[in-house]
Each structure stands twice: as C-alpha cells, then as structure tokens.
C-alpha cells in the first residue's frame, strides 16, 4: 500500500454564494501523478488552488473540510508554510521579468530573503534545471532574463524554479494549455521524471493528455468528485456512467 | 463615366486637403514651444554665465549679480517637498492598485483626483495657515509641504496605474514561492513596474519645479543665501515673479536667465524620464 500524502475528507469550496467543490474525498498517494479532469466549469482547477490555498486570492472565497498534507491540515498552518511545501506551475508561464534565468530559480530564496552561499545556489540551480531538464539548453545564458525563453522553455523555468524549494508534492495548472505540441511533450516526459521525487497533481481539460501522463485519475463533474481510479482502469472501465459519457466524448 | 471621374478627383483632392490641414495644425502645436523657446533662449543666454550661478543678486544700480541663492533654494524646496510626497505618494498608489473595490480606496481615489484639480495658489492659502501662521514665520519646508501637495496626485496616480498594468499571473508566482506579501509588493511588483513609477516621480518634479503660487506666502522668497529650511527661502519661480515685475533692467536681466536656467531644469528631467521609461522598462 502507498502512503498518501494529500488527502482532502469532506472538503467543500465557495466563491460567494457559488458552490464550486462540493463534498470532495480524495487521497493522493506519494509519488504518484494524479490527473485531475473534468469539463470547464466543474470546480478542478478550484480544488487544486484549494490545496496550497491559493484561492484566498479572491475575494469571497471561502472553504472548509479538511485538507491533510501528510499529517497535517493546510488549513491549520500558515499559507506561506503551505505554499513552501506544496509547488505550484501556472497554466501560462510566469517567470520574473525582471529577473534571469539564474536567479528566477532560486527565486523562492532570493525574494524571501534567504542568503545562500554562492557555491550552494549554483547547485540548487544545476539540479533544479535539470531535473526540469533545462539545463543543456541555458546553462550557457544563465544570466539572461528568463523572458527571452520560449514558451515551453519558459513552462519548463517555472517547474525549476518550484522545484529549487524542494516541496513535496507539485501543483500544475492546466501546464500545457498555452504550449505547442512538442513543448506540451517535452513537459509530458518530464512528469515521468519528476515523480520519482515529487508528487504530482495535475489539472488538465486534455483527457488525451491525462490519460498519457497519470497514474491515477480524478473525474469532477459540476463540482463533484464522480469517480477516481486508476488511470487504465478510468479509461478503460469506467464505473459511473458520468465519466462514461465523458470519456466517449457525448459532452466536454 | 466623366461624371464618377470627376466625382473620385474631388474625393482625392478633398483628402489632400484634410492631410494637408492635419499637418499645419498638429505642426502648429510644436510653434510656441519653440517660441518660448527661442525667445527665453534669445534673451536669457547672454546673461548666463559662471559668475551668475554662484553669486547673490546684487542691489539695484550694481552690476552683475547671480541667482545663487534662488538656485539653492529651488534645489533644497523641492528636495524637502519630494521627500515628503514620495513614499506617501508611491505607498498609497500601491494602496490604490492592490484594493480596487474598498471604501478607502474609493474615497483617496476621489480625494486624490480632487487634489489635483486644486489650484496652486489655494495649496498655498491652506499651508499659509496650517503651518506659517502656526510657525509664526514663512520657511522653506512649508513651500516644500505645499509643493508635495502637488506632487503627490501625480505619484500615486502614476504609481497606480503602473502597478494595476502589471499581470495578476505574476502576484501569483511570487504567492505561490510562499512569498509574504510585503515582498511580493517590494521584491516583485515594484521592480516590475519600477518604470513606470520613477518616470511619475521624475515628472512630478518637473511640474512644480516652477510653482510659484504656493511659494509666495510659504517659502517667501529671501535676497540672502540661506540653507536652513525653517527660515525663509528663495527660489527660481520665485526670483522670476519678483524681479520681472520690478521697474529695473538689471533685474529683468536676472529674471531672464533665472527663466532659463528653469527650463533647462524642466527639459532635463523629462529627457531623463524618456530613458528611464526606456531603459528600466521590464519586458513582460
């Protein structure tokens, strides 16, 4: 049995008056990459902003039920613990405009405040970049801004830049949807990789895409959590007849 | 056929003729600029030389003189007023833009529009009794109080409509790191939008670097060379308002190159806020 790392017991999510998540249960195992899908509208990209607490953004938003990372609630601990601990990668790339590629990887350090011998950021940034397997391509324009990237390279200094916090478990937002097929490929290789030492959550409107990269699926539908499984089993068997019409494309 | 033809002829000749008006007029925007230019420039440039910068003004009937004293208090006036009106000016501006729909941000927008249109000579009534008639004595730092009134629309406006251009996409990567907010307004807002919010510091410096209504019953004016800013002090707009209007020519000479020592000034730092918004400018 693997050990969970995220779970969420009878977690629901409000902006005003407007019921989001609803009654969500669900427990991610470590190491694992979990797609979470579902037609526009149903709340996925909510809850996973739910999980490092970034929905408090916005106004009027509220949420309650639990919301476990390892063994302790998020909603207990403060957000920056949370964010520090739990990565997050945006559906567009956003690298610091103002910072290179060098210091937008260590920018979790440098923007906190927090002083690292040169010799140790170099390393924080060799291994972050290559994990997020963009070292080969910058290492010789490190101190370039981030900016002049590509789209895909640009995605990719977002993942490095997460990663340099060493989190446990990873956020993506829908990482892709700005990107070209080959782009959108590399990061898809690059998941496979990175959940030997991350957890993954990944929120994606492709079910193409989560069938390619995940080993468990989510399916939320109107807010609901309607069925999670593994990901072979999701594709091919579905128990609901929700995820059925889903999957067979009656709606989208 | 001939009909049309001559119909699309006087279609062509009437665009000549709208072209043609277009550029007289907006031709005609840049003629007393130059004006002022030539004429201030004709008039003020053979007063200018070494001697006039560093010297005092010499009473009537002696020749030469200077406008050290106006210069120095020009420079020491606006300093004070810009140390005054800058972080209150950027602060509320980030205020502004990071709460849009509050009640306060509500009603400073409204109170800082409202300043704006305030004319100078009323800034310099309300300082004249907040502070001279408390102090008892007309000092520089009031001029620099009044004069940071009308700064301080120009800042915050600036400062906030910079920031609000910035994408929400980058508060939320600063978020996201676990970044606290104050340094993700500090370390990733404003530098992002450094730009845009010196440019509207460089520029509110410009425009009351020749205020001379809010200075004339705070800052007062002084013959002598004076750096303490409790005391009265003079300065260019200043100068210029009292030796133009004097019956002597060696005054109006003064006043002259006094005018274009100040728009030397004025010129300067709008070239320097054209390259800063150029160079600082953060590609996003």
């Known amino acids: ?252 | 056929m001939n009909k049309t033809n001559a119909h699309i002829k006087w279609r062509i000749a009437k665009s000549n003729i709208a072209k043609t008006v277009i550029l007289v007029l907006a031709f005609a925007c840049v003629i007393p600029l130059l004006a002022i230019f030539f004429y201030i420039i004709k008039e003020g440039v053979t007063k200018i030389n070494w001697h006039f910068i560093v010297s005092l003004p010499k009473p009537v009937g002696e020749e030469g003189g200077g406008i050290a004293n106006a210069l120095l208090g020009s420079l020491l006036i606006v300093l004070c007023a810009s140390i005054i009106a800058i972080p209150i000016g950027i602060l509320c501006g980030i205020y502004l833009s990071e709460n849009k729909n509050t009640r306060l941000a509500y009603y400073s927008r409204l109170a800082v529009d409202i300043l704006q249109g305030v004319p100078s000579i009323v800034v310099g009534i309300i300082i004249y009794f907040w502070i001279v008639k408390e102090t008892q004595t007309f000092s520089a730092i009031s001029g620099s109080a009044a004069l940071a009134l009308m700064m301080l629309p120009i800042i915050v406006r600036s400062t906030e409509e910079t920031l609000k251009l910035l994408p929400d996409s980058l508060k939320e990567a600063a978020l996201a790191l676990g970044l606290p907010y104050h340094r993700v307004i500090l370390k990733v807002l404003l530098p992002c939008g450094i730009s845009g919010v010196l440019s509207g510091v460089i520029l509110s410096v410009a425009r009351i670097a020749g205020e001379t209504a809010p200075l004339l019953f705070t800052a007062f004016g002084n013959p002598y060379l004076n750096s303490n800013i409790f005391k009265p002090m003079q300065s260019l707009p200043l100068l210029i308002f009292n030796y133009a209007t004097s019956p002597y020519d060696d005054w109006h000479n003064l006043a002259w190159g006094a005018s274009l020592i100040l728009l030397i000034w004025v010129l300067l730092l709008n070239i320097i806020t054209k390259i800063t918004t150029r160079k600082w400018r953060v590609q996003l």
């Open chain 1, 1 to 252: 049995m693997e050990s969970t790392i995220v779970s969420s017991t009878n977690f629901n999510a409000w902006f005003g008056d407007n019921h989001v998540v609803k009654n969500v249960n669900i427990s991610i195992p470590k190491n694992n990459v979990v797609a979470v899908m579902g037609p526009s509208g149903c709340g996925k990209t909510t809850f996973l902003r739910c999980i490092n607490r970034m929905h408090e953004l916005v106004p009027n938003a509220k949420a309650d039920g639990k919301m476990m990372l390892d063994n302790e609630n998020v909603y207990d601990m403060h957000p920056i613990f949370v964010r520090l601990k739990i990565g997050m990668v945006f559906q567009r790339p956003n690298p610091f405009p103002n910072l290179s590629i060098y210091d937008n990887v260590i920018a979790g350090y440098k923007l906190n405040g927090m002083r690292l011998p040169k010799a140790e950021k170099d390393a924080i940034v060799e291994k972050s970049l290559s994990r997020a397997a963009l070292w080969n391509e910058v290492k010789d324009n490190l101190h370039k801004k981030g900016t002049f990237l590509s789209g895909g390279q640009q995605q990719r200094l977002c993942i490095a830049r997460a990663i340099a916090m060493e989190p446990e478990v990873l956020l993506f937002d829908e990482p892709t949807s700005a990107l070209d097929p080959i782009s959108t490929s590399s990061i898809e290789e690059l998941f496979h990789e990175l959940k030997k030492n991350y957890t993954l959550i990944i929120v994606t409107h492709n079910m193409q895409q989560a069938a390619r990269v995940s080993d468990k699926t989510a399916f939320f539908y109107l807010g609901e959590l309607v069925e999670y499984d593994g990901t072979k089993q999701m594709f091919t068997n579905p128990t609901d007849k929700r995820t059925q019409n889903y999957i067979t494309g009656r709606f989208s």
